[in-house]
RNA sequence: GAGCCCGUAGCUCAGCCGGUAGAGCACGUGACUUUUAAUCAUGGGGUCGUGGGUUCGAGUCCCACCGGGCUCACCA
């Protein structure tokens, strides 16, 4: 039997098929058959584009791994997060979104860290992305350590797993140029040598290896002399695929996850990491994320939805759901996935507390809060909310309280201040998403001489006027213009039209449905709603 | 060419270690509100892509096939 909690919690997660427990079993096998040691996860970025939704991704879903390794492990196993920046990389294009282009332009072809930052922030570009995708993954609270590829370069902590690579160069080459197109063949090489006249990355072929000395020989591209560089120190970059070998080589990575997209890359490096005498890590391909259509989202198309956009309209918890859920499966990201997703989220919480301790460890909850979810009751959902901020035209939130203290008056931001941050997050997607799809009809002669004796039996009405009396002014007004003599008042007097009502949506909120007129008017405020009378007014054909 | 994902209600999807099919939306009906949103109650609707196999029993496991789609094969 288990003596502690923690022994416990590890037996239950020893069957636990959540799939961060899945990952991280293999995890257990693999340091069992070496014998110990710190289990390394790696995420691996490229640092000249900012960070995006597939890195909260990558990083949110390896801190569930890790954290499911911790609790199976019972924290007797040292682990840590590596976040890795590629940012020696050379400089490829200007990218668009930047100030200072053309000096950008002048050192093409440079590592990221040798190019001057075009905000004037950093020392320099590298630096920049660098501080930038150190503050996005902290705004989020993740738990890792930062590694720069030119510091480590530099510093000489890959040296020798580079002359490593440089010993086993035939082997590299073996593996490497089979996936290679015939012209590309003949110019590749593992060693990128950073020249020493311009600084730049250099993509040419070495024409000697010198293994003894630890250097390359190439001919320089712009004077045509012989130039011998050191593999080691930072004079040489690896390419890509040789790079992310050596890394794994080199520091012990145990653990890195890749896109589907990535697959034969994944192969190549592992192969290349085993050439190197060391053993490849874990890890596993998770599914693209994709667009309305099912294609891949990519920066450069600008398809899918960015993170800015999910953090716009929905909290980060809901974003890690979307990243919890069946890993392995396409995943399609655009705005229509948001709201379900936030109300999944409350309702796995929910459910949470009522579960057994077996249970919860398949909660996503417990993955996303790592193992310590809140606890949060909802009174309404935000599918609800969303329809509410919709229906009432809500461009405050005191108008999406007004409502909601009317459902339940004991409600109020300061006692509920999570669905407070809903209520923010709904009249946003209603602002941004929903406001600019409305159709305003232009209204007809009658319909304009009846929102005028609106606007005046509104503006006749007591300050501080209630829903009921509201009511009972749209009704004589509805009652003149649009009566409905099949249908009498309960005062026995003629009804009034559907179509009274109906109008008055179409022309006021650009909608064929919305609450009950007395009552929003009344929330919404009376001047207003004759302010939107007067825009209905305003509008004209053409 | 290689690899991967998907095929379950009209739509979007969930179905955990195999045990008589579920949710949301949509639709129907009813309650409440002198109309309308919301809310609540309730109902209809599925040969689980096809064909085999394993099994007492298959949406679930295995094999084959069909269909839809994506990714990679230049760089990261």
């Known amino acids: 039997m288990p003596t502690t909690a923690a022994a416990a919690l590890s037996d239950l997660a020893a069957t636990a098929r959540a799939w961060p427990f899945e990952e991280a079993k293999k995890l257990v096998a693999r340091v069992e058959k070496r014998g110990g040691g710190t289990v390394l996860f790696e995420t691996g970025y490229g640092p000249s584009g900012l960070p995006h939704i597939g ?45 200072n282009r053309e000096m950008l332009a002048g050192h093409l072809g ?23 995708l ?57 060693f990128l040598p950073i020249s020493p006249t311009t600084g730049a990355v250099l993509q040419v072929p070495l024409v000697e290896r010198k293994v003894e000395a630890g250097t390359v020989v190439y001919r320089d591209p712009d004077t045509g002399v012989l130039v011998e560089v050191p593999v080691t120190g930072g004079h040489c970059k690896l390419q890509w695929k040789p790079d992310w070998a050596m890394r794994w080589a080199a520091l012990g990575v145990d653990y890195e996850m890749a896109g589907k997209d990535l697959i034969d890359s994944v192969k190549l490096s592992a192969r290349i990491c085993s050439a190197l005498g060391a053993p490849p890590p874990d890890g596993f391909n998770y599914e693209l994320f994709l667009d309305e259509n099912g294609e891949k989202i990519s920066k450069s198309k600008g398809n899918g939805l960015t993170i800015d956009d999910w953090l716009a309209y929905a909290s980060p918890e809901s974003l890690s759901l979307f990243m919890f859920q069946k890993p392995r499966s396409g995943k399609k990201l655009f705005f229509d996935v948001i709201p379900r997703n936030v109300d999944d989220y409350y309702t796995f919480l929910a459910k949470y507390h009522e579960e057994s301790p077996a249970q919860r460890l398949e909660n996503p909850v417990w993955h996303i809060h790592t193992g310590t979810p809140p606890t949060l009751d909802l009174p309404v959902s935000f599918a ?30 300061e006692n509920h201040p999570e669905l407070d941050r809903l209520v923010g997050y709904a009249i946003r997607y209603f602002h941004d998403r929903v406001a600019p799809t409305k159709r305003f009809r232009v209204p007809e002669e009658t319909e304009r001489q009846a929102l ?19 009511q009972a002014a749209v009704y004589e007004v509805g009652r003149a213009v649009f ?13 009034v039209s559907l ?20 009552s929003f008017a009344a929330i919404y405020g009376v001047p207003e709603t004759r302010a939107l009378i007067a825009t209905a007014l305003a ?3 053409g």
């Open 55 to 99: 890195t909260f991704g990558e990083v949110a879903r390896t801190t569930m791994v890790r954290h499911a390794f911790r609790v199976l492990t019972e924290d007797r196993i040292p682990t840590r997060l590596l976040c890795f920046s590629d940012d020696m990389d050379g400089l490829r294009k200007v990218p668009d979104n930047v100030p």
């Open 134 to 190: 150190r503050s996005f993954l902290d705004t989020f609270g993740f738990e890792y350590e930062f590694a720069s590829a030119t510091e480590y370069y530099r510093s000489g902590r890959f040296d020798q797993t580079l002359l490593k690579v440089l010993a086993a160069y035939d082997e590299v080459m073996a593996i490497m140029l089979p996936s290679l197109r015939a012209e590309r063949q003949a110019s590749y090489s593992p």
């Open 499 to 518: 179509a009274w009502f109906a109008t008055l949506y179409q022309l006021l909120l650009g909608q064929e449905r919305g609450p009950r007129f007395g």
């Open 539 to 541: 509008r004209t054909d």
């Open 110 to 132: 440079k590592p990221l860290t040798e190019v001057p930052d075009p905000f004037g922030e950093h020392a320099s570009f590298g630096a920049h992305n660098n501080a930038r």
């Open 483 to 495: 009566p409905d003599t099949a249908k009498p008042g309960p005062d026995g007097r003629p009804g």
């Open 384 to 413: 609800l909310l969303l329809n509410l901020a919709s229906a009432s035209n809500a461009d405050d939130r005191a108008v999406l309280w007004g409502f909601l203290k009317r459902q339940d008056a004991a409600l109020s931001p």
């Open 452 to 470: 005028a004796a609106l606007d005046a039996a509104l503006a006749a009405l007591p300050a501080g006027a209630d829903a009921e009396a509201i």
